[in-house]
């Protein structure tokens, strides 16, 4: 190998030596810990007022970057800047009031972040980092000693926050002396010497042992309350529900009545016009017959006896006159006769002989004349008499050929007829019975069942009246009536009406 290549090798080698000894002397801080290099002197800053000052303390503090260590000549320490929990406790502490009490505490410390605090906690922890939590858990204590001896139980109780703020001041400056700052201390628990906690929470326990159970109380009668209501939401909702159930049933029932009696109401409608049909017919035919009567029967019979009466009266009056006559000529005569007995002495007898046989004649001409006026009016009379029976006779035969034709109908139609019948009559029947009682100008009722006793009594005469008829026809007319109101008749009688207070007779005075 030739000594050029040699040498190469060998600057090559001395160069990586060289590359490596600088790498492995240059230091990068962690985010947690502070660089402390010793053995140089620190470079010279200027301040605001414009002063040069020099660090000759111959430390350099570095966080978070890297730093060039001379070997040989410089140092490289290491600060770890991590937080470190503490516990603090303290036994047998007595409070404002006297009262021993042992406090139970935490602490989070940590070296300062500022170069005068890691310079101070380096001079004191560098090399006995674990002493730090020895040193601050014995601070704290007396702080906490300092701070109890100050206030009283209850008032640590109550602000633990301005207790745990009183003694982080106290140990402050004792901390930042030593390079450390205290970030917080939280008081965690408070004992007391016997049961004076337990004493003192015990009235306040009993409040709220009181005001829980008024809370439950009022909570289970609300609850109480509540379920009441729903049960009565729901029992409304049910009623209302009955209620409607029952009236669409009734509707439906209704509907179901108004279809089953379609049928047989149309057949009674349709009798009912036939029957009317049938009467108007025959009523008809009974002004026709009366027609026909008056013209064939009536009015010659009375032509006839117009005429007869006629004749009767012609010949009355030529009766008449000619006994008039008779009797003038007779007095005539008997004037002159009496006019001649007087002149000749039996003239006055002869005159009243005369006389009285004029009077006689003119009577029995008066009594013939009287008898064939009274014989013409009988004749006129029988004559009207046989129109009229003619025409009695012809009424009667409408009529009970009318009858006849509606007994048919009844037959044909059976209850349908008889039920028309009696919607005519039965407005009237009522009417009839409750007329002896319209014309009362004052009536006094005694009885255990109020007015209604009168209601009953014209109720209890329309019933008489439809038993009566129902035993001289033979047809049962309840049942009919109640076929009518689409109930089928029983033939009971309603219940009477409550009676009137406390059961005693009642007495209602109604005047006209």
């Excluded at 602490?107 to 005068?116: E, F, L, P």
């Excluded at 003038?328 to 008997?334: L, P, R, S, V």
Aim: with cysteine.
């Amino acid at each position: 190998m030739s000594p050029v290549i040699i040498a190469v090798i060998g600057s090559a080698v001395l160069i990586v030596l060289v590359v490596l000894l600088i790498l492995s002397r240059i230091k990068v801080a962690g985010p947690n810990q502070a660089f402390l290099v010793t053995g140089a002197k620190g470079r010279s800053t200027t301040n605001a007022a414009g002063q040069v000052s020099t660090d000759m303390s111959g430390q350099k503090v570095v966080m978070g970057a890297s730093v060039f260590v001379l070997p040989v000549v410089q140092k490289l320490h290491k600060i770890d800047l991590s937080s470190r929990r503490i516990p603090v406790g303290i036994r047998g502490a007595v409070s404002k009031l006297g009262v021993k009490c042992d406090l139970e505490g935490v602490a989070i410390v940590k070296v300062g972040g500022s170069q005068d605090s890691i310079r101070a906690a380096a001079q004191r922890f560098l090399n006995q980092q674990s002493g730090i939590d020895v040193f601050t858990s014995e601070v704290l204590s007396g702080a906490l000693r300092s701070i109890v001896g100050r206030l009283s139980i209850e008032e640590i109780i109550r602000d633990r926050a301005a207790f745990a703020s009183a003694v982080a001041e106290e140990a402050e400056a004792s901390l930042t002396g030593q390079g450390l700052v205290l970030d917080t201390f939280q008081l965690q628990d408070i004992a007391a010497e016997g049961s004076y906690l337990a004493d003192l929470g015990r009235p306040e326990a009993a409040r709220v042992v009181k005001e829980a159970a008024i809370a439950e109380a009022r909570a289970q009668q609300a609850a109480q309350q509540e379920s009441l209501l729903a049960q009565e939401a729901i029992a409304i909702s049910q009623r209302q529900l009955s209620l409607k159930q029952a009236e669409i049933n009734a509707e439906i029932d209704a509907a179901k009545a108004a279809a089953a009696a379609a049928g047989p109401i149309a057949k009674a409608a349709q009798d009912q016009r036939v029957l009317q049909e049938q009467e108007k017919v025959a009523q008809a035919t009974s002004a026709l017959t009366e027609r026909q009567l008056d013209t064939q029967v009536r009015r010659p019979a009375d032509a006839d006896r117009y005429r007869i009466e006629q004749q009767a009266e012609g010949s009355k009056n030529a009766v008449i006159a000619k006994a008039e006559a008779d009797r003038q000529a007779t007095i005539a005569g008997a004037q002159a006769a009496a006019e001649q007995a007087r002149l000749s002495g039996e003239g006055e007898r002869a005159r009243r002989s005369a006389l009285a046989d004029a009077e006689a004649i003119e009577g029995a001409k008066k009594g013939e004349a009287e008898q064939r006026r009274r014989t013409s009016i009988a004749a006129a009379v029988e004559a009207e008499g046989a129109a009229d029976a003619s025409a009695i006779l012809a009424r009667g035969t409408a009529e009970a050929e009318a009858m006849d034709k509606r007994a048919k109908a009844f037959a044909t139609y059976g209850e349908a007829a008889v039920l028309d019948l009696l919607v005519k009559v039965l407005p009237e029947i009522v009417r009839s019975a409750s007329e002896p009682l319209a014309n009362v100008d004052k009536i006094s009722i005694i009885s255990t069942e109020g007015a209604s006793d009168l209601s009953k009594t014209v109720a209890a005469n329309v019933a008489l009246g439809l038993e009566m008829s129902s035993d001289l026809t033979g047809v049962d007319i309840r049942a009919l009536l109640g076929k009518l109101g689409g109930q089928a008749g029983t033939g009971t009688v309603d219940k009477p009406a409550a009676a009137g207070t406390n059961g005693r007779p009642s007495t209602i005075d109604i005047n006209h």
